[in-house]
């Protein structure tokens, strides 16, 4: 295929879109999926057979739009009418909107709609997920309808590997998988790496709790990701690909691995792609489920097949990586920004965001709020606007008490701090970190040293056992936190939870051992009183701890104790 | 080979450029404490007890790992470290079970030895004490996971120069453990040559030789230089 046939395919889908009178799209990833999306697809496809509308209506099941909780959701389009969106919609539902919205005369079913303004859309702004919720995953067709793998044309013939790199560095592009580091000079040092063979991975392995904006990408929008990781390979100079997928996303690794069969069947994807002289191949690797195997080195040794853990840096990767050669590796959700930076140029993306943080973020939000789901946001939105806004706030009338971001890597935000902007200097100053994107909202039933063994717990069972102070020090950290949520902790004990924290910290091999103390240091920092409570009162603010153990008796001091009552009743006597 | 200079606690030094931190400390005779480290076989930077400061860098780096560089400025003894040697040896001794009165290497062992050093007399965190079993079904040699410290020598050793990778390691956190064969009885193992690599270069009792009683047990390290040099240079003098 060259790029005039891409334009035909996308012209030839269009019109074809044009033809039905509607069009029923209904989300199809996972959280819709569990919640009957099949059987409301199933009931779609039945009415339409039932009354002999298909050459009338099409029936898409597309990725994911947004509000995850509201599921499984339904967007009616219709032509010269506004789109109209429902919630929990039911079999029984189903067939109503389709029998309503598909008659001659077209009418809205007036239940179960989502406003069109609502907050959780407006505020939103849509750059990486912009085809997510409209296209089905498994058609190529309606991503290039959408003007798909034009980006990839324009590169190849019409940018150097040297100009595709600069655009993505004046772009101002950071990593999206947690720290955020610059992706364009990442790109650079690869590019400049000696060597005849490089490689580009796009890390999905995505494992904090209360996070999938990786999954939802793949899920919903895989060529994106595909042609973000070619463009890549064609500016540092790779030929080969690795995907890598967490196991427990079976949907995300089914559509990529369609997804991939496809685009090589049509020439976007392995020999002579767009009948250029540059060739990619692509190759899913599934994880085994290890949180570890998310960090760089961990995740390479994975890829080639060894057990997942990390190792030293220097070398990095960009030096030395797969095999010893010089490796770029990505979060998916870098890569899905790729292409609309080289679409719409460096300057539109660097226009959106704050001064160091450019573009938008995608972010998990979940917790207590009233609507939980998939949202993307410029940086620097403040942190109330995420909750109170596009969340709806916090159900049940209680109070906000804190907002965690960043996973088990990240830390606790407290409501003085709702205001503050998000992006990754400010989250880092107060403790946090933007993290991959997960966003967990508390409200005043939560006790903040559960919390934090709540992440300890996760980070224990996660730690690959290669160093000490994290193998060890966060099992220790965890019995600490035990103690203190039973009751049986002393001062002391708070002391050395402390001190390990930050041993912890400096030590620790990668940045699984020296992030995991983070969660606690942060709840520490803004909720010390919580942990006094729970050790000198033994009360649990929150009503949530009980307790069932006693602290251990204080020999030294009752000792003391007791000489000073015997000193007092010899003076009596 | 090109040279480098560099600082170590405020001390010009020189050093062959494709050296690693640990081994250019080691030479000015100042004393670092390491386990999992072991010369001949490839390093992990596991122990996190050779952990040094280098000025310029925010992070603590683990010296066996770390390549010299031209002008750097090393501190292997400051205050911070020694505290956190401290703690490492202090979670090291309570994740397993180290009772060295009645332990086949007592007065012998390397951890024991380091601990003593580096001044751990006692431990401030809970013993962890997990109910671990003991494989003694090999002709020779018995493992105590007891006694396993995870510093993985006997894993390299036995992949490395005996080439059987006979040893691996299974499960993750502190619920690793070393296994043999895919996790089958030691005793059972075809591809274990009884050569009794993994137990000399062990450096607690976790792999001893059968019969040994306690405070016998003395590992010989010397011989993997010898092999190595054998093998490389041909030279043969023990």
């Not at chain 1, 909202?441 to 980070?459: G, I, N, R």
């Not at chain 1, 942060?522 to 929150?542: D, G, V």
């Not at chain 2, 601990?115 to 007399?121: E, F, P, T």
Request: hydrophobic share 35%; charged share 25%; with cysteine.
């Amino acid at each position: 295929m060259n790029r005039e046939e891409l334009q035909a395919m996308g012209e030839r889908e269009q019109e074809k879109q044009q033809s039905y009178r509607c069009r029923l799209l209904c989300c199809a990833s996972t959280p819709c999926l569990s919640s009957g999306a099949t059987a409301v697809i199933e009931t779609f496809k039945q009415v339409i057979k039932e009354h002999d509308l298909e050459a009338e209506v099409a029936i898409t099941s597309t990725g994911c739009m947004g509000p995850c909780s509201r599921g499984p959701l339904v967007t009616v389009q219709v032509n010269g009418q506004q789109d109209v969106i429902y919630e929990q919609v039911t079999p029984e539902l189903a067939r109503e909107i389709a029998l309503a919205h598909a008659a001659a005369e077209p009418k809205t079913v007036e239940k179960n709609i989502l406003p069109g303004d609502l907050a959780f859309f407006t505020k939103q702004k849509k750059v990486v997920l912009s085809n997510s919720g409209l296209i089905d995953p498994d058609r190529l067709e309606s991503y290039v309808a959408r003007g798909g793998y034009s980006a990839l044309a324009h590169a190849l013939r019409e940018m150097t590997p040297m100009e595709v790199c600069e655009t993505i560095i004046k772009s101002g592009l950071r990593g999206r998988g947690g720290a955020g580091y610059p992706s364009g000079l990442k790109w650079d040092l690869v590019r400049k790496a000696p060597g005849d063979k490089k490689y580009v991975i796009a890390n999905g392995d995505e494992g904090d709790p209360g996070a999938y904006m990786d999954r939802t990408l793949m899920e919903s929008d895989p060529h994106r990701v595909l042609e973000g990781m070619a463009i890549a390979g064609y500016a540092v100079g790779a030929d080969q690909g690795f995907i890598y997928v967490r196991g427990e996303y079976p949907i995300a690794a089914k559509r990529l691995e369609n997804a991939i069969r496809i685009a090589e069947r049509r020439g976007l994807l392995g020999g002579r792609v767009l009948d250029s002289s540059f060739n990619f191949r692509v190759d899913i690797r599934i994880g085994a489920g290890a949180f570890v195997c998310g960090e760089e080195t961990a995740l390479m040794a994975s890829i080639m097949g060894r057990r997942g853990q990390p190792w030293p840096r220097p070398p990095y990767p960009a030096q030395k990586g797969l095999w010893g050669f010089p490796t770029l590796i990505n979060n998916v959700e870098t890569f899905g920004n790729i292409a609309p930076i080289i679409e719409n140029g460096a300057e539109w993306y660097a226009s959106i965001g704050t001064e160091k943080s450019k573009g938008t973020k995608i972010f998990a939000l979940a917790g207590t709020v009233e609507t939980t789901g998939l949202i993307e946001v410029p940086m620097g939105i403040s942190l109330r606007e995420i909750v109170f806004d596009i969340g709806g706030g916090i159900p049940g009338g209680r109070e906000f008490k804190a907002a965690q971001t960043g996973g088990p890597s990240g830390g606790c935000i407290p409501a003085e701090h709702l205001d503050t902007p998000v992006d990754y200097e400010s989250l880092s100053r107060l403790g946090s970190i933007m993290g991959s994107g997960g966003l967990v909202v508390m409200d005043d039933t939560s006790c903040m040293p559960d919390v934090a063994k709540f992440f300890m717990e996760f980070c224990m069972d996660e730690s690959c056992g290669k160093c000490v102070p994290c193998r060890v020090g966060t099992v220790q950290l965890h019995q600490i936190l035990e103690h203190i949520t039973n009751g049986s902790a002393t001062q002391e004990d708070l002391d050395k939870l402390e001190e390990l924290c930050i041993m912890m910290k400096e030590t620790s091999l990668c940045g699984l051992g020296q992030s995991a103390p983070n969660p606690l240091l942060s709840t520490l920092k803004y909720f010390r009183q919580e942990y006094e409570a729970h050790i000198a009162n033994r009360t649990c603010p929150a009503e949530k701890c009980t307790f069932t153990e006693v602290p251990p008796l204080q020999l030294t001091e009752e000792l003391q104790r007791r000489a000073r009552l015997a000193k007092t009743d010899s003076e009596v006597s | 080979m090109s040279v480098v200079t560099l600082h170590i606690n405020d001390e010009l030094v020189s050093a062959r450029s494709d050296q690693k931190l640990l081994e250019v400390i080691r030479e000015q005779g100042i004393d670092i404490p390491t386990l999992c480290h072991m010369e001949g076989i490839s390093d992990l930077g596991g122990c996190r007890l050779c952990l040094v400061e280098v000025q310029g860098s925010n992070r603590l780096l683990a010296s066996c790992v770390t390549p010299v560089q031209e002008g750097m400025s090393v501190y292997t003894h400051s205050e911070r470290l020694v505290k956190y040697r401290r703690m490492i040896m202090e979670l090291l001794l309570s994740e397993r079970n180290h009772t060295c009165a009645v332990c086949v290497m007592n007065g012998h062992c390397e951890l024991q030895y380091e601990a003593a050093k580096l001044g751990v007399d006692h431990v401030r965190y809970d013993y962890l004490s997990p109910d671990l079993p003991i494989d003694a079904s090999h002709s020779n040699f018995t493992l105590d996971h007891n006694r396993c410290i995870l510093c993985l020598r006997c894993v390299r050793v036995c992949d490395e120069v005996e080439g059987a990778h006979t040893l691996d390691v299974m499960g993750r956190g502190t619920n690793s453990r070393i296994i043999t064969a895919l996790n089958r009885p030691w005793g059972k193992c075809i591809s274990c040559t009884k050569c009794g690599k993994c137990v000399q270069v062990c450096p607690t009792g976790a792999l001893f030789e059968k019969g040994s009683s306690v405070g016998e047990m003395e590992k010989r390290h010397a011989f993997l230089s010898w092999i190595l040099n054998g093998r490389e240079r041909k030279e043969w003098h023990w």
